[in-house]
């Protein structure tokens, strides 16, 4: 994981005794817990995962069998403008910026890396509409990159289950990155987001019925 270069700032208290336990949990309830995106090369995660900011896996996956029929890899796509993408686009949201993002970045691709997704972090973080977090998904998911990528579901979780105070989501994948093995912290992402989905929601988490009831500090929650 490329940590943050400032300094890391100190975990809540019980921390480093909690973390086991929400990786156990965890382990227990999504021992299969993976992207729901599809996709079928790196190319297309990456697409989907630009795509996939403030808009559910589920619009996204709607969305992508027929701008991948069109566009089938980063040569095909690097042809095509914003206002061509657009309509195979248009339920997701933020469209407009989003196909503007892709065809740039599917320009770049060719124009610096032969049309392929490079296996290098620096390199997907410069890409137009991606960043840490799109990075971090794609790095981890095509290629075995050991990250942490923090979206709102990991973030929240991360404060909820005190695990960080932080709402920086570097400082957060720093927080976890320190508190989990790496080899777990691909693992550790994906669960998190099935738990946020499931069972500690943003609105009304189902505390009752977690599993995590026990030891979780609910910071932030009302009683």
Known sequence: MSVPPDSPSPLPDGAQNRAPLVLAVLETLYPDARTELVFRSPFELLVATVLSAQATDVSVNAATPALFARYPDAHAMSTATPEDIEPLIRAIGLYRGKARSLAALARLLVERHGGEVPNDFAAVVALPGAGRKTANVVLSNAYGYPAIAVDTHVGRLARRLGLSVQTNPDRVEADLGRLFPEGRWVFLHHALIFHGR??????????????????????????
């Not at 499931?198 to 929650?221: D, I, L, S, T």
């Open 198 to 223: 499931r069972v500690c929601v943003a609105r009304r988490p189902r505390c009752p019925a977690c599993e995590m009831v026990g030891f979780c500090p609910r910071v932030g929650v009302e009683a």
